[in-house]
């Protein structure tokens, strides 16, 4: 991973973590549900984000790298990686 994206990758896990371990003082404290939920919902976007952002750096240089080595076959590994985790995603 390129070290901007890796550096900000860790910022945004960190704040995830304190949001999950927010999320499991929610539930202790026996917090009200739509605000739990609530608060998942923001988990998992953030996560998304995440993931987005792993996924850009992939493609700006493994995908892209395998592409410029005209190395038909490590393309298509890259295209198969890629569809496999879409596929995984539901997306």
Same mark, same amino acid.
């Given at each position: ?6 550096? $900000? ?40 984000? !995440? ?11 493994? !995908?892209?790298?395998?592409?410029? $080595? ?18 995984? $995603?539901?997306?």
């Amino acid at each position: 991973m390129h070290g901007d994206t890796r550096r $900000s990758v860790e910022k945004r896990l960190n704040r995830i973590e304190g949001q999950v371990r927010g999320l499991s003082k929610m539930i202790a404290e026996d917090r009200y549900c739509i605000d739990v939920i609530t608060q998942i919902a923001a988990v998992q976007a953030a996560l998304r984000k !995440v993931e987005e952002e792993v996924l850009k750096d992939h493609v700006a240089h493994c !995908v892209e790298a395998a592409i410029a $080595s005209g190395d038909a076959d490590e393309q298509r590994r890259k295209v198969a990686e890629l569809m496999e985790v879409f596929g995984r $995603s539901g997306r």
